[in-house]
Nanobody, 124 residues
Framework: QVQLIESGGGLVQAGGSLRLSCAVSGRTIVLSGMGWFRQGPGKEREFVAT????????YYGDSVKGRFTISRDNPKNTVYLQMNSLNPEDTGVYYC?????????????????WGQGTQVTVSS
């Protein structure tokens, strides 16, 4: 059974930073593209960042470019999302997702496995 467990969420003041982790069990991520999505209060889930299986390619949503960084540690079967210069609009539940394919994709439908999410709240 494949499980994705997100951690690192919490409450932070505007301008602060958080680092999210996504630990995967039940399947190696060596050949998997990985992604982060988020869903703010009253909003639809949106794309945040994605990384190819070898880390060579990364893509970001327009609202997080230059502030967030996605990375991965394949031997640890873990993906990270470093979030800097947070603002209240970044508040939401952050989800990690894994693709059976190796590429980096921005589409929700491209992912096969999802975590339960971790709450990030940014206060003004």
């Amino acid at each position: 059974q494949v499980q994705l467990i997100e951690s690192g969420g919490g409450l932070v003041q505007a301008g602060g930073s958080l680092r999210l982790s996504c630990a995967v069990s039940g399947r190696t991520i060596v050949l998997s593209g990985m992604g982060w999505f988020r869903q703010g209060p009253g909003k639809e889930r949106e794309f945040v960042a994605t990384i190819s299986h070898n880390g060579r390619y990364t893509y970001y949503g327009d609202s997080v470019k230059g502030r967030f960084t996605i990375s991965r540690d394949n031997p640890k079967n873990t993906v990270y999302l470093q979030m800097n210069s947070l603002n209240p609009e970044d508040t939401g539940v952050y989800y990690c997702a894994a693709d059976r394919s190796p590429g980096a994709t921005m589409l929700e439908a491209g992912y096969d496995y999802w975590g339960q999410g971790t709450q990030v709240t940014v206060s003004s």
